[in-house]
T-cell receptor, first 121, second 111 residues
Framework: DAGVIQSPRHEVTEMGQEVTLRCKPISGHDYLFWYRQTMMRGLELLIYFNNNVPIDDSGMPEDRFSAKMPNASFSTLKIQPSEPRDSAVYFC???????????????????FGPGTRLTVL | KQEVTQIPAALSVPEGENLVLNCSFTDSAIYNLQWFRQDPGKGLTSLLLIQSSQREQTSGRLNASLDKSSGRSTLYIAASQPGDSATYLCAVRAGNTPLVFGKGTRLSVIA
């Protein structure tokens, strides 16, 4: 498996423009997460999906941010309009169904993509 | 609200040294704790996962311990190598909430 795929890897845009980040999770994974990472705030969860349904979007900073998962193999994070303070690295991660392994322990390791570095000028 | 703190924020050691990275969390009611590694320009890679019922996990030169009652975990790296240079992040999971991450410790191992 190629792992979690994100595109683009780098995006430079001007303030006010629309930005769309894309993610392809690992095949068969039920959960998909979008994170944002900055030096000041570290890694923050923005939103996550279970079986393509948004479960918790409380981390989405403003209405300018929106995320969709039209099918099990694709998700987008859109920022419209973008602002300089949105500059960050955005990560997508996926995980298999949260369950229990043969010893009864929870299995919920997340697999991260390489990230998209967004710069808004 | 769960908060995860990692100390120190950055650490530089000579090759061959044993070292300890620290992680603390405010709510001890967790399901598990994970340590991740992040290389520059890359995503996160899971290193070790400790269930709440466990006290430690080992993988090669890495050993992670968990003291749930005191809200602490340590990641021990034995015989450090330049290839260990990366940022190490700690994350906890509680209930049905997703992972809550610390800001990480940036490790540099000098040859």
């Amino acid at each position: 498996d190629a792992g979690v795929i994100q595109s683009p890897r780098h995006e430079v845009t001007e303030m006010g423009q629309e930005v769309t980040l894309r993610c392809k999770p690992i095949s068969g994974h039920d959960y998909l997460f979008w994170y944002r990472q900055t030096m000041m705030r570290g890694l923050e969860l923005l939103i996550y999906f279970n079986n393509n349904v948004p479960i918790d979007d409380s981390g989405m900073p403003e209405d300018r941010f929106s995320a969709k998962m039209p099918n099990a193999s694709f998700s987008t994070l859109k920022i419209q309009p973008s602002e300089p303070r949105d500059s960050a690295v955005y990560f997508c991660a996926s995980s298999p169904r949260v369950g229990r392994d043969l010893r009864g322990s929870r299995t919920d390791t997340q697999y991260f993509g390489p990230g998209t570095r967004l710069t808004v000028l | 609200k769960q908060e995860v703190t990692q100390i120190p924020a950055a650490l530089s050691v000579p090759e061959g040294e044993n070292l300890v990275l620290n992680c603390s969390f405010t709510d001890s009611a967790i399901y598990n704790l994970q340590w991740f590694r992040q290389d520059p320009g890359k995503g996160l890679t899971s290193l070790l996962l400790i269930q709440s019922s466990q006290r430690e996990q080992t993988s090669g030169r890495l050993n992670a311990s968990l003291d749930k009652s005191s809200g602490r975990s340590t990641l021990y790296i034995a015989a450090s190598q330049p290839g260990d240079s990366a940022t190490y992040l700690c994350a906890v999971r509680a209930g049905n909430t997703p992972l809550v991450f610390g800001k990480g410790t940036r490790l540099s191992v000098i040859a």
